[in-house]
């Protein structure tokens, strides 16, 4: 037997023809029943009661329950279509967990991602299994439970389900075998639910750019900057800043008027793709040269925009690795037709990551030239940073430690420690730009994590999900520690980093000599956080998600004063865990 919730609730025999189940508390049951199939414990009789009669349960529910069993039992064509459980409860009965639509749908999502993200990615394969998952969708998750219990079920798999359209069209983006002009109208469908998904906004501006409209991506762009600034004071991350700059970059192949194409110089001379220091920029004539002229010997023909690093490694518009006058501004006192020495010019690769600051920098990796103080660079503000004058890598602000030096009550591993071990706060950062519009949501987290252990803030990449956790950690009377696991690149240096966040690890070997429990960093964060009360915030769980929910079970299971919050593109499954999206 097949059993379908995604969508109006349907049982289907073996020859595919549908099962006639009449009467909508009929339709709930069986819906409540196969939203629990194949799980380790049955539905228990409070739950069913619940998702069948919601608010209004009849006077005497478990036996009322009973009834509609047996008439769901003759409606399957059996006894052992529905079993009673030893311990209290019932169960649908199935061969496999497969056999509901909606388990099965998370099984081929979950492929299909993991496809798309395995090295190397397949990206044909990966779009062929997310279109399986979602024609498995006829309508609504679980449509036929009335409300509240039909929005708490539904809410995880509504995001799956968003989660996985998104991952297809990364996967068709990506294999190049789909027509990018076909993909606008479903990104744009989803970019109208979710304005602030900025996912969603890079993959428009791909698709566009793919379909040959760059004027038209661009436009996007400034319609997406003004969105997150007016409604979430910020700026484009660094994917779309990054996208942004590519779609400034002239077509490859269309030299500028009266400019030598890219790479060479007006002798033929291979060029470094940046200029030297001392040369007048590309579109600059040097001081008495008019306006036009053809580069002399020895300057660099460019038509691309240079976007320079400092020596700090923290990328700035408009100026050069070495503090070279950028594109279209001349060189101070370079004469002209300077020849560069070779070596002058800031060798560089192309890159959109992290500068040696630990700032986000869209630009050019860089190393300044020869015999340039690296003071001529460091204090450059790093493209798409919205904090402006905060000083430059290895320049300490005015009352700050210098570079080194552990903040007071800091442990000596440069880690926080948690309650007990350190400042009594946790080590959430602080936060420049006001947070507004989603007070409503921030209530509702907070009165949460007030009487519940686990808390999952679920939804796609962009839409939020750190920024609301961070306010209501911050607000909570316990301490809060955040663990970032984006970062991470195996599931088993999951306990590690919770272990580095709370600033443990170094903390338990300096303190005493490796035990047997040392090995295991899972088993050396119960022993620390057994008698412990905090917080602890795992974000971006999704791609480490089996890890991250074995640990939380751990945790709450053996550590009674611990709070889990998580954010992540799909629920955890641990008992008890309460999803919001």
Same mark, same amino acid.
């Given at each position: ?18 099962? @006639? ?32 009669? =919601?608010?209004?349960? *009849? ?79 006829? =309508? ?43 993909? #606008? ?22 698709? #566009? ?18 969105? #997150? ?29 009266? +400019? %030598? ?7 033929? +001379? ?54 070279? @006058? ?84 800091? %442990? ?5 420690? %948690? ?45 939020? !999900? ?12 316990? *301490?809060?520690?955040?663990?970032? #696991? ?8 999951? %306990? ?17 000599? !490796? ?29 480490? +998600? ?36």
């Amino acid at each position: 037997m097949q059993y379908y919730i995604l969508g109006v609730t349907e049982a289907r025999d073996e020859t595919g023809a549908t099962v @006639p189940i009449g009467g909508a508390r009929l339709r709930a049951l069986l819906a409540a029943l196969a939203l629990r199939a194949g799980g380790s414990a049955a539905a228990s009789v409070a739950d069913l009661v619940d998702d069948v009669w =919601g608010d209004g349960p *009849p006077q005497d529910a478990p036996a009322a329950l009973q009834a509609l069993v047996a008439r769901l039992r003759r409606a399957l064509g059996g006894r052992d279509t529905v079993l009673a459980d030893p311990a209290g409860g019932y169960r649908l009965a199935v061969a496999d967990r497969d056999d509901v639509d909606l388990h099965r749908f998370t099984r081929l999502a979950r492929e299909g991602r993991a496809q798309l993200t395995s090295a190397p990615a397949d990206s044909a394969r990966a779009a062929e299994t997310l279109r399986a998952a979602l024609a498995l969708w006829r =309508g609504p998750a679980v449509a036929d439970l009335p409300e509240p219990a039909r929005g708490d079920h539904a809410a995880a798999p509504e995001a799956h389900r968003a989660a996985a359209l998104r991952d297809r069209i990364e996967a068709d983006l990506r294999s190049g075998q789909a027509d990018p002009a076909g993909l #606008l109208p479903e990104i744009e469908a989803l970019i109208q639910g979710s304005p602030y998904d900025e996912t969603l906004r890079a993959q428009q501006l791909r698709a #566009l750019r793919a379909a040959g409209r760059r004027a038209d991506a661009l436009a996007a762009y400034e319609r997406t900057r003004r969105t #997150l600034a007016e409604a979430l004071g910020t700026d484009p991350g660094p994917e779309l800043a990054s996208l942004h700059a590519e779609l400034l970059r002239p077509a490859v192949g269309i030299p500028a008027v009266g +400019i %030598p194409a890219v790479g060479t110089s007006a002798v033929g +001379i291979p060029a470094v793709g940046i200029p030297a220091v001392g040369t007048p920029a590309v579109g600059t004539s040097a001081v008495g040269t008019p306006a036009g002229a053809i580069p002399v010997v020895g300057t660099a023909a460019l038509s691309t925009p240079a976007v320079g690093t400092s020596a700090a490694g923290t990328s700035a518009v408009g100026t050069s690795a070495a503090g070279t @006058p950028a594109v279209g501004t001349p060189a101070v006192g370079a004469p002209a037709g300077a020849i560069p020495v070779v070596g002058t010019a800031a060798l560089s690769t192309s890159a959109v990551g992290t500068s040696a600051a630990g700032t986000s920098a869209v630009g050019t990796i860089g190393t300044p030239a020869s015999g340039t103080p690296a003071s001529q660079a460091v204090g450059i503000q790093a493209v798409g940073t919205p904090d402006a004058g905060i000083p430059a890598a290895g320049t300490p602000a005015a009352g700050t430690p210098a570079a080194g030096t552990p903040a007071a009550g800091t %442990p000596a591993g440069g880690h926080p420690g %948690p309650a007990g071990v350190g400042p009594a706060r946790g080590n959430l950062r602080p936060r420049l730009n006001s947070f507004v519009g989603r007070e409503p949501e921030l209530a509702a987290l907070q009165a949460d994590l007030a009487r519940l252990r686990l808390v999952t803030l679920t939804g796609p990449g962009g839409s939020g !999900k750190t920024r609301l956790a961070e306010q209501a950690a911050a607000a909570h009377p316990e *301490p809060a520690w955040l663990v970032e #696991l984006a970062r991470l690149d195996h599931p088993a240096a999951v %306990p590690g980093a919770v272990l580095s966040a709370l600033g443990l690890r170094e903390n338990t070997l300096v303190a005493r000599e !490796k035990t047997a429990a040392d090995d295991d960093p899972a088993a050396r964060l119960v022993e620390l956080c057994a008698d412990r009360r905090l917080l602890i915030v795992l974000d971006n769980c999704e791609h480490v +998600i089996g890890a991250a929910a074995e640990l939380a079970e751990l945790l709450l299971t053996h550590c009674p004063g611990i709070r889990i919050l998580a954010t992540s593109r799909e629920l955890l499954g641990v008992p008890g865990e309460t999803v919001r999206p």
